[in-house]
């Protein structure tokens, strides 16, 4: 069983940075993508990046591009997001999760609880 956990959400201006973590346990993390996915409230859950195992290979959404960045550190079981020059579009609720390199959250077999981020205007 993997465990999947999420920090470094909270309230920030528009404009301003933060930088999500994802902790996940598992002898096969550094041969897993990770995903992170959100969801804003009335929206279904969207994707935003995601990372191969080993790093070499990532990928994010348009509405994302340039402004958020996804890398891993599989010596510490760890995936980060930077999130720069947040719009208020961007809040929501984000979701790590372990599984198949995919855009598609079907892919994902383990998921966090998520973390809220939410940008003032």
């Known amino acids: 069983q993997v465990q999947v956990v999420e920090s470094g959400g909270g309230l920030v201006q528009s404009g301003g940075s933060l930088r999500l973590s994802c902790v996940a346990s598992?002898?096969?993390?550094?041969?897993?993508?990770v995903g992170w996915f959100r969801q804003a409230p009335g929206k279904e859950r969207e994707f935003v990046a995601v990372?191969?195992?080993?790093?070499?290979?990532?990928s994010v959404a348009d509405s994302v591009k340039g402004r958020f960045t996804i890398s891993r550190d599989n010596a510490k079981s760890s995936v980060y997001l930077q999130m720069n020059s947040l719009k208020p579009e961007d809040t929501a609720v984000y979701f790590c999760?372990?599984?198949?390199?995919?855009?598609?959250?079907?892919?994902?077999?383990?998921w966090g609880q998520g973390t809220q981020v939410t940008v003032s205007s």
């Open positions: 999760a372990v599984g198949t390199y995919n855009t598609n959250d079907n892919s994902y077999d383990y």
């Open positions: 598992g002898r096969t993390f550094s041969r897993s993508a």
């Open positions: 990372i191969s195992g080993s790093g070499g290979i990532s």
